[in-house]
């Protein structure tokens, strides 16, 4: 079994910036491809920022496309998201989702993290 745990979320000011951490635990040998999702109050989830492994790629959606840093360290196997300039409409729960190399014969396998909040707020 893996784990994704994430944190770093939490009351962060209009404009502000944050930096959200997910780190995977368990039968991880390595990490591959990742997304970051978040889940607004009484609204669907969706998908803020993705890492594609094989060809080392980011990409963001629009609205957060200049304003969003997604980085993986490989040998913790734990990603990051980085938001700036945040804004009121920020506000949601925040998740991510990682394919991974077990090392349970190398299967691969995927995970999600419970999510951390992050509130914008004056």
């Known amino acids: 079994q893996a784990q994704l745990v994430e944190s770093g979320g939490g009351l962060v000011q209009p404009g502000g910036s944050l930096r959200l951490s997910c780190a995977a635990s368990?039968?991880?040998?390595?990490?591959?491809?990742v997304g970051w999702y978040r889940q607004a109050p009484g609204k669907e989830r969706e998908l803020v920022a993705s890492?594609?492994?094989?060809?080392?790629?980011?990409k963001y959606t629009k609205a957060m496309r200049g304003r969003c840093l997604i980085s993986k360290d490989n040998p913790k196997n734990t990603v990051f998201l980085e938001i700036f300039n945040l804004t009121l409409q920020d506000t949601a729960v925040y998740s991510c989702?990682?394919?991974?190399?077990?090392?349970?014969?190398?299967?691969?396998?995927?995970?999600w993290g419970q999510g951390t909040q992050v509130t914008v707020s004056s």
């Open positions: 989702h990682a394919d991974y190399v077990s090392t349970d014969q190398g299967l691969m396998k995927d995970v």
């Open positions: 368990g039968r991880v040998y390595s990490i591959t491809n």
């Open positions: 890492y594609i492994d094989v060809y080392r790629e980011s």
